[in-house]
């Protein structure tokens, strides 16, 4: 879009999507930009749907537990949230009153909300209304998810983000060896939030990246499905969001 | 303890808890410093029982969206962040080689998780281990609430916390008006984590700051009760990170 | 790619290109991300050629001057820097030795340089080296600007960037209304990096924000001839450098 | 107390008392938190007689010199510098404008008067006026310390606090062996203030902690005694602070 | 000095003296650059006495009370104290490993101090050791300043101060109005450092800038007499410093 | 200048001029201050020709790549950058809204301009302009360069600026061994700006400090002839930029 376009587009609604991935491994057939391309592949579908801007991908992010996987790529979480609240003052300055992130990688979720903070403390009534959600935050992904993997899902490199990345990148690797390895419930749910351990235990724990997941089930017809289902309730969270 | 004291007590455990709370309204019949004190005497409790150190209570920490209400101090997130990650690294330094962290305060959970990031990241190996755990973490202490107020439970300024403190600290002013408005279950999840609005909104949308809760239910009584449930059930938690 | 696939790409080459553009207006008939197209055609043809690892373009830059445009996103420069340089230690840790950045925006030159500065300052030795170069740096690229526009290229929203997107993306807009405005060549010079002045004075100095161009002069047939001229220039840049 | 007493409060009074500590060894029989305990508890007596409200202790606090001693914890002058900022600021736009600060530490010194000097220059005249105090910076105070201890005193983890820490929290450890070192007093000027020296070279210098002083001199006796005395002073150039 | 001058320098001496100053108001006939010259005039004197190297002076500091006076400049001390802790490690890493900083501005020691524990903190057992000192810290040249003096030597914009520069630089403005007004000493406790208050009320408190001193008994001589004296007790303080 | 002086200055002048340099090696026999000395001393010239105030010279500045070389100070850019921040924004507060920065050390200019990029940015309107210019940007001053020493000039340690400090502070030092080295102009390039790399490898290509350069060939004579040329150049230079 042209200066002109946005300034148009601004007198009729005060939205914009923001996809949010990261660069780190994914397994053995997942890709390292999976976060990335998730989070932007369904945005794009959802901006085309609800007439949203979609700004570019945020794709350096902090991914410290993988960095023992040749190919991630991580900042530490203090600068991210710098970075990241500097764009969302930007987007309100111009008027974008309503910014919606579509995340796609689970450390994102501490700096960017801690952002948030930051940014409704220092703009204080001028500051643009933030929501922070993951494509899986969502009960219709959720079961499509568990109808298509059960608990072979696991926590990373999982089928889902494989699959939709085959779907909308054709991409599919899955004649790599990719051994799944089960993990029990309490280090799952360990690992998800409160207990990550620094990137030389993380490979240590998961020689081959899959965390309790087993990538290979991915097909690009799930993909497809898992697409679908994510951007249409992303949609309409989206709508209530911008319309509140 | 002096100096020689803590010498002796790293050579049979590594593990140290470090309470954080907040200074914040807590509706009409709540302690400013509420969040505080609920940290601080579950984990006085939960030291005794498991022969823990139990660290000095962090209370300065985010919390712009109560700012309009007189008594809150609220430091930025990244400030809180840095000033956290500085604490975790020096409990580092000196040998706590698993620091439990007892959390009362949801915004405290960005910028903690955020810092464990970067601490994983900047001491690599030699980091502390860090679990942090907010005391309503667990399901024994979940069934207790909701046992004991239901949906009157809430949000913010709920019951449960103002039992805790009138139990451990003797202060019941329930003869203060505190009238119960519910809030729609949307609103709730809307405002857990993702939505937080800024200062101003918030005491519009909450004027005597209870975020659907009916603070005047609580009592001493069930105070005790749910000092006790979260105690036993941090006390199990703690055990098994120590010694893992 | 996969983890896997690039610990076999480290195995033979040290490389890594990364394209660094901007989110702000380019004039009547230019994109808001005129620049991080720019950067990523170019980066993606010279990846093809050389067999270079192209990482995901860099989009949210410092942009003051453009912010009185709708649609111009700025980050402070000294917040850039630091993103910038995580970024470059982290690929450094990965084993990428040697980071060439293909840039399309003047005004993150200097953050980068001054990055590469404390780049090298804290990792001495075991530092990557940088290059960073602007897809305009080269003697053959100017020769076909030149010859194209002659002195209508001006400075910013330059048909030369116009005509390389509208190539790439297929994006034409030249039915907009775009005035040729000539400036002195002194108010070029002072405008070109010493001299940038704030965002308010800047519109007024450039109403339709195009400085001293004349976009409507681009075509995407003068787009593919610049973009082959570029990415030529650069691949032979990137392997000398690769191999130095 | 509850926001609306905070509220009531403020109509009155625009003070409010900041105990700052640390945790640090204090030699074979002080407690790690001495200094925390001195600035609370004092603070707390000046509270209850000047109708003032005591903040929550800082304990957290830079103390580098120290970190050879189990149990010492320090983070960064700078880390505290920005931590006592943003507190200070935050009680500054709850309505406080007096903000008395008890130190204990006389490491907290510098850094909170570079906060103070930051604090006033980013708030202006709407800056919340500071007063740092030391409890020994009293005529009253000191006489009292000579009168009981003359030069055995010492620099650190003298009698005197270790004193106050007897009486008020009835921790007596005297029997704990603790050997007087007298230093000379060049010795002594070199380390208060100017010459402190990194932590490694501090432990060569004061094997078991103390600094000049002889902390088996203590007594809980003593305790009141410099309790009430540091009390009394500090109550009086509150009150003059206050009502400037 | 050249590059191997310094190199030759290093291999019989550790030492560096540092001068520290301000550019700040200094009442009616005093210059803004007082400090800076008090600072670097002394260091040099004593330089030439010991064989020390002076390293250039360092002007622009903190001094946010004095903006309401037409050419001071300040900068947060916040920033002062990164600023100076980087110079100072740089220092330690060319192998000038005992650095005697020389001050003439009040504001820097806080900033300065809380830097010094940074660098001991950061650098450890490698740091080059400190020694903070301003020329009014030696009993010889305070017995001057009051038998040349008295009471209306003041806290700022002193005689002794103006004395200097005076004979250094041969500026003399007595001819200038400069009036005396006395202020208790309750008043210059209040202000020696640990109650400055804001820009405005410090203009408002000291209209002329002066607090507390004459600065018109200022004379060459007397600048001679005080010159002297500086250097002389600085000499012998670096002389033991560096040797110790 | 008194306070007083400043404020009648600005009554008909917004400008201020300031000489940046930096402390690193010039080879055997240049001085370790050469830049600060050129830039200070051409500035003083055009400030007594313009009627401008010169501000104190910025000598501590980054100067990583020189490290390997004694004498040499460097700090972090993103450090410099703050400061050279800090002190612009306080001479826009004091009403000098024309800064023109006389640079001297190349280094220098990356952190300047994203400094600008910052203060346009968070000061907006009320911004002082900056100008940046180094001594050599100016064609009467390169031509004299060139005819000078032709390529003998080379890129640091330069033959010109060591003969301006020999001009200008009477220190030459010729008769020490100077041996010319020749590099490519290739080389020159990537060492002009894009390409520096890390202290050992300069140090190793650079063995003696002259890149390019043959510093031997500097005179008194030559330096006389420099600085009035260059003073000749920025006092027009100055002139235009604080009139406009």
New interface residues.
Partial sequence: ???????DY?KHSPGVILPVGS?E?????????TD?LCAERIATLVGGTVDAIV??????T?A??N?S???????????????F???IK??G???FQRVYVLNAHG?N??????????I??????K?P?????SWWDFDEVNALRTELYGEREGLHATPSEVAITQYTDRIV?NE?PSAYRAVSSQFIRDHS?????????HRAHFPD?QVGSDSALATPEHGELLLKAAAESVAKDYLA?VHA
Same sequence: chains 1, 2, 3, 4, 5, 6.
């Fill in positions: 879009m042209t200066t002109g376009e946005v300034e601004l660069l491994q994914h397994g053995p057939i997942g890709l390292i930009g990335a700004a570019p991908t945020l794709c350096y902090p410290q537990f960095m996987f040749s190919g991630t790529v991580s900042v530490a979480a203090k600068v991210f949230l710098s970075y609240e500097a764009i930007s987007f300055e111009q008027g450390a979720l501490a700096p960017m909300q801690a952002a948030m903070h930051d409704y403390s220092e703009m204080g009534i500051a209304l933030l929501r922070i959600k690797k790599l939030g409160d207990k990550h351990d620094p990137a030389v235990l990246g969001f």
